[in-house]
């Protein structure tokens, strides 16, 4: 029943933008939504969280991506979206969305739900 599917993955130089998307259903808009990533050899990393609460106020990001990745949410088209600017070939990994009723819950890497994963590749 619960499905989140991401898109906007690809290959772009260092330096570059891309824009991900994920596209939920069969969740409520009161779901708190997050990114994860992914790299070649290394584990799970958080990237950016976002909930309905906080739509207005504070959201999350690891220290590697703040200042370069913003994460915004659309809860009438059920979509939360990551703006990925002044890529670095270290960002490159497979990116996924995650949802749960709690944005400790994704923040912390347990979410119930997750997509498929979207690869990003950034050449140097």
């Known amino acids: 029943q619960v499905q989140l599917v991401e898109s906007g993955g690809g290959l772009v130089q260092a330096g570059g933008s891309l824009r991900l998307s994920c596209t939920a259903s069969?969740?409520?808009?009161?779901?708190?939504m997050g990114w994860f990533r992914q790299g070649a050899g290394k584990e799970r990393e958080f990237v950016a969280a976002?909930?309905?609460?906080?739509?207005?106020?504070?959201?999350t990001y690891a220290d590697s991506v703040k200042d370069r990745f913003t994460i915004s949410r659309d809860y009438g088209k059920n979509t939360v979206y990551l703006q990925m600017n002044s890529l670095k070939p270290e960002d490159t990994a497979v990116y996924y969305c995650a949802a749960d009723v709690s944005i400790s819950t994704v923040v912390e890497g347990k979410a119930d739900y997750w997509g498929q994963g979207t690869q990003v590749t950034v050449s140097s």
């Open positions: 976002t909930a309905m609460l906080w739509s207005s106020g504070r959201k």
């Open positions: 069969g969740l409520t808009f009161s779901y708190a």
